[in-house]
């Protein structure tokens, strides 16, 4: 149960519809965190540009390798409510489910080039705390990425580091949709 009641839909300032009306365009759901973030609408703002700008379409990194950094981060950071929603995005944007369910295997499974892989590390590394990236997954970026490239990865990642601090310190209540999809395709886990 959330640690704050998220605020009904008749409490929200009228500037909320537009952000509750990208994020269900986006996600097919309405979040629940958002409902809790909006005691803060300049906080929503702010998050909501930032979620545009980290996912924007006229980057270099495809949507699909956005969207499966963003689950390696929160896998690792251990956020159940962010895990569950970035399967569910990945698989709506595009991602098969055979690569969403070998994502904890990305070092050896045959779904994983080896850009995805330094991509992957990153995130993974890039999502604990302390941070253990190295100079070394760095210069593997580099082999397959430009620095604008790998800026919009750790631009994922920097906003996952948000969310999942946020989701996972709230105990945001999982939404229906992506707790069935959870439940139904991710190996076991507290959903």
Not at 53 to 62: D, F, K, L, Q
Request: hydrophobic share 45%.
């Amino acid at each position: 149960m959330s640690r704050l009641d998220p605020l009904r839909i008749e409490e929200l300032s009228p500037d909320m519809s537009e952000f509750l009306k990208m994020a269900e365009e986006s996600m097919g759901f309405q979040p629940n965190d958002l409902f809790i973030m909006a005691r803060l609408p300049h906080l929503v703002k702010a998050a909501s540009g930032l979620v545009a700008a980290a996912y924007s379409n006229t980057g270099e990194v495809s949507l699909e390798l956005k969207k499966l950094v963003a689950l390696v981060c929160s896998d690792s950071a251990g956020s159940t409510y962010c895990r569950a929603h970035n399967a569910h995005g990945a698989f709506r944007s595009g991602v098969s489910m055979e690569k969403i369910q070998a994502i904890w295997n990305y070092e050896t499974s045959n779904q994983f080039s080896e850009p995805e892989r330094a991509a992957l590390r990153l995130a993974q590394g890039g999502a604990q705390a302390p941070v253990s990236v190295s100079n070394s997954d760095f210069d593997k970026l580099k082999k397959y990425y430009t620095d604008k490239q790998i800026a919009e990865l750790v631009a994922v990642i920097a906003l996952f580091g948000f969310l999942n601090r946020w989701n996972a310190i709230m105990a945001t209540d999982l939404e229906s949709l992506p707790l069935k999809f959870a439940k139904e395709h991710l190996p076991v886990t507290t959903v």
